[in-house]
């Protein structure tokens, strides 16, 4: 995912309080976002569009910080302890983690099977909670990675709970890169898994993230009644018919969003 994209004349020009200088340097912490290996300092540069002199004093100051630190070979950077840090206090902090993780673990425990808590944040869903299966992947485990909105089970629980034009707005602006064969791309056919997951309560997802995937999402509600997370419990189609996937897990996922809910 390429480093979000501020207009920083913009906003000092709006806003009074608004500081550059922090922005930039929060920038140059986004350029790490989806990429493979360590950035050089020409890099960080591009993906932040700043000058070279102002990305070397920014990935300077980063440094000191601990928040970046260079490579071994001296040809690049990557993220340091400090940003853990920061994930720590974040999740440490956030009360509806707090609330939902016995709940989870709980869920977890009944079902046997891959766990997640994604919060929803417009075009993605940021998994906040995982409790893996034996078949997952070293990347695919980890708290912060994202996945789109319009093609996961969260996402199509998370916008049937949405009004109609604000999940028009959603898919008009979604970037519908197909992920598998199987990867809905075309609206209507995402608001037909909406619609059904109104009135089932939940969705189900089939092979949209990963091939040979059942997923099942149901969405947790704010205090307001809008969406803010969703639950996810995946399992592997050579293990389970859909159906049969859907008998077992949506009366416990629909149990477990209560519980947190109502705390």
Not at 145 to 151: I, Q
Request: charged share 25%.
């Amino acid at each position: 995912m390429a480093s979000p994209d501020l207009d920083f004349a913009a906003e000092k020009a709006g806003d009074p309080l608004f500081v550059q200088s922090l922005a930039r340097g929060m920038q140059v912490m986004a350029a790490f976002q989806g990429v493979e290996r360590a950035l050089s300092l020409a890099e960080i540069a591009a993906r932040t569009s700043i000058t070279r002199s102002a990305a070397q004093r920014l990935v300077h100051t980063l440094r000191k910080m601990g928040y970046l630190r260079l490579t071994e070979d001296g040809r690049g950077f990557l993220p340091d302890l400090g940003v853990l840090d920061l994930t720590y206090d974040y999740l440490r902090l956030n009360p509806l983690l707090r609330r939902a993780s016995p709940a989870l673990l709980e869920l977890r425990r009944n079902v046997r099977e891959r766990v997640d808590l994604s919060l929803f944040d417009g075009q993605r869903m940021v998994y906040a909670a995982r409790m893996q299966s034996k078949r997952e992947m070293f990347f695919a485990t980890l708290v912060g990675n994202t996945v789109p909105t319009f093609c996961t089970s969260g996402g199509w629980a998370v916008m049937a709970h949405l009004p109609d034009h604000q999940v028009d707005a959603l898919l008009a602006n979604a970037d519908m890169k197909a992920l598998t064969p199987r990867t809905l791309t075309d609206p209507a056919a995402i608001r037909e898994q909406i619609a059904m997951a109104r009135e089932n309560g939940h969705a189900l997802a089939l092979e949209q993230i990963l091939m040979g995937e059942v997923a099942l999402g149901g969405a947790i509600l704010g205090a307001e009644g809008r969406p803010v997370a969703a639950i996810h419990v995946a399992g592997s189609l050579s293990e389970w018919e859909p159906e049969e996937f859907r008998r077992r897990v949506a009366p416990l996922v629909a149990e477990t969003v209560r519980s947190i809910e109502s705390l």
